[in-house]
């Protein structure tokens, strides 16, 4: 060991600052420069990163390897069970959350957002028993208030504005 730092780690933190500035072509291009050189520690990110600008299908290729076999957690689940919901595939991501769920019970974004993407997926009588289900487990979560503000139709769901119903 020369004492010199690891070049995938100084791309990685490159990648995150980027990120916490919100340069989220930015934080892709560094935390691809520190996937390319150590694919099994930086993919994660990369991949976050990927769903975050909606590139889902090439989230899903870097990601799946991540939750399967290289960092088999939550987060790693959960950011798959996005990448499917940015596909359209209903199936697999209903599979990807349960499968962050049962890692980890108490992950409330999860439960939350579960709910959030069967809504947006269309599978709104699954999405009301996953969101009642967050709420009997979570009951004073921010999260509970959003989503009454959402049905109420207002409040951060809708920007913070009301929505009316044209007549």
Sequence with gaps: DSGA???AFLWDCI????????L???AEDAYRKAHEQEPEDYGYCLGVALNHLG???EALSVL???????????FSWYQVARAYEGLGNIKNCIKAYKKA??????YTEAWFDFGGSLWNLGVNDMAFDIWKDAVARFPNHEFVKILEQFFEGHGLAFGGFRQCNAD
């Excluded at 799946?64 to 939550?74: K, T």
């Excluded at 769920?101 to 108490?106: A, G, L, T």
Aim: cysteine-free; aromatic content about 8%; charged content about 25%.
């Design 24 to 26: 989220w072509e930015t």
């Design 55 to 57: 590139k889902y299908a």
């Design 15 to 22: 990648g995150h600052w980027a990120q916490t500035d919100g």
């Design 64 to 74: 799946l390897p991540q939750a399967e076999i290289h960092q088999p957690d939550e």
């Design 5 to 7: 730092p690891d070049p």
């Design 101 to 106: 769920i049962e890692i980890n019970p108490n």
